[in-house]
């Protein structure tokens, strides 16, 4: 690759960072591994490729600031800047995974709507942090090594930051991030529940389908690469599609509600999809591999855990043991002590028996 591609090269210092190794290209603009020039601290760099995306992506920069919550699939930011082309940057930790739109050849249909659903798991339990996603840009999620979604945390800002009270945040929005966004949607602004469900509803089309809006006559046209709605039989993939239609229906009344009534809706259709297939198993199968040892595809993730729910803390309850015999039968009753330990309490009686007896009699004689 080109510097014009990769938007810079490899030994570039974007303030105290040093770009390594162009990483992938994104939306928004190209992936890099960077490195700290004092301490070595490896880093993810994203070079934004529109100049313009530079205030959204330094208000989004101080919005994150001074966050308390963690959670092991977000990554918040460490430091953002402009290169010397005035292109905008943002500093991540260097989190375990790839691009999504790196691996999206490689998943099936089932792993795709898996990922909506985790994203709106993730969104709801910001939600119950105080936190909102302002915009939703694709360069910013990635897929962990257990095929998990993953989100870097650039646009996930606090209702009551400063940053989300500035006029001036109004209208500022990513590049990638537009098609995104609700017709009733502010710009830069957190919107309703509606909203937020549109907002995942686009990305749940483009991850099906390849296409941010629908045709001309309402249908959503699948991507060539994605042999599994082909597999589906027709009354399946009528609802997925009108699931997906109604995601971005321009009316909010029409939508899903919520995020948790959108991640609802793709469960159910998951559950009753699975047995619509015209061949085995086309919601779970993979394009063919092309290397010689294929690595196994890893276990779709199971989706019936309550969305949104907090993680539970460990118990300090101790375990139950499993009982030996059959249900209500009584414990066996302990058997007859041995006559060791009997002897040994006899001995000691008379050792110290002994003991006090001949104090007394020092005592006596002196």
Request: charged letters at 15%; hydrophobic letters at 45%.
């Amino acid at each position: 690759m080109n510097a014009s591609e990769t938007l810079g090269q490899p030994g570039d210092r974007l303030g105290v960072w040093r770009l390594d190794e162009p990483f992938a290209k994104a939306p928004s603009g190209h992936w890099w591994r960077a490195s700290h020039t004092k301490s070595g601290q490896a880093v993810l760099l994203l070079i934004y490729a529109d100049t313009a995306d530079a205030g959204a992506v330094l208000l989004r920069m101080a919005g994150t600031d001074g966050h308390l919550w963690t959670h092991p699939d977000i990554a918040w930011p460490l430091d953002s800047g402009m290169n010397a082309n005035q292109q905008p940057y943002v500093v991540l930790p260097l989190l375990a995974g790839t691009p999504l739109t790196e691996g999206l050849a490689a998943a099936s249909l089932r792993r795709r709507l898996e990922w909506v659903v985790q994203l709106c798991e993730l969104l709801l339990l910001a939600q119950q942090q105080g936190l909102s996603l302002v915009e939703l840009d694709p360069s910013l999620l990635w897929v962990g090594p257990q095929q998990q979604l993953r989100l870097h945390a650039l646009a996930l800002l606090n209702v009551n930051s400063s940053a989300m009270q500035m006029g001036s945040l109004q209208g500022q929005i990513c590049r990638a991030a537009q098609p995104m966004q609700s017709p009733q949607t502010v710009p830069g602004a957190a919107g309703t529940p509606a909203d937020q469900a549109y907002r995942v509803g686009k990305l749940a089309g483009w991850l099906v389908t390849g296409r941010w809006r629908p045709d001309a006559d309402g249908s959503l046209t699948p991507s060539q690469t994605l042999l599994q709605w082909l597999s589906l039989r027709t009354e399946a993939r009528d609802a997925l599609n009108a699931l997906l239609v109604r995601a971005v229906a321009d009316d909010p009344a029409e939508r899903p509600q919520d995020l948790v009534a959108l991640a609802e809706a793709v469960e159910a259709w998951l559950d009753d999809a699975g047995g619509l297939g015209s061949g085995a198993a086309p919601l779970d199968a993979l394009p063919a591999p092309t290397s010689a040892s294929p690595t196994p595809a890893p276990a779709s993730r199971a989706l019936r855990a309550p969305v949104a729910q907090p993680k539970a803390e460990p118990s300090t309850a101790p375990t139950a043991r499993a009982p030996s015999g059959p249900r209500g039968a009584l414990p066996p009753a302990p058997g007859r002590p041995g006559l060791a330990p009997i002897l040994i309490v006899a001995v000691a009686i008379v050792v110290v028996a002994l003991a006090v007896a001949a104090y007394w009699w020092k005592l006596r004689g002196g």
